[in-house]
């Protein structure tokens, strides 16, 4: 959980667009060296902060886990870190885009 932490804090302080094409090969590129057990905690870390298991992670879901490590942040801050990802998702994190 503190991992995932730290990467909402990256794409906030690095300010990325990842909508953005470039950064969407970036990411793929990332991903495909990624091990199968390293996808795996990923996997398992994302269902574990979405909750309901819809397969979003919605703004209560993302609040609440960063507030369960002490990493406490403004519904805002949240949203910003949600738009940066995916600038057509208002309040949600969609598992597809990690």
Do not use: W
Request: hydrophobic content about 35%; charged content about 35%; proline content about 2%.
């Amino acid at each position: 959980i503190r991992h995932a932490a730290r990467c909402f804090d990256y794409i906030m302080e690095s300010k990325l667009d990842l909508g953005d094409d470039g950064e969407v090969r970036r990411r793929s590129l990332l991903v495909s060296k990624l091990t199968p057990s390293q996808r795996q905690e990923f996997s398992d870390v994302y269902s574990i902060i979405d909750e309901n298991g819809d397969g979003l992670i919605s703004l209560l879901e993302l609040k609440r886990v960063m507030e369960s490590i002490g990493d406490v942040k403004s519904d805002e801050q949240l949203k910003a870190i949600i738009q940066r990802d995916e600038p057509t998702v208002k309040t949600q994190l969609v598992h597809e885009f990690y």
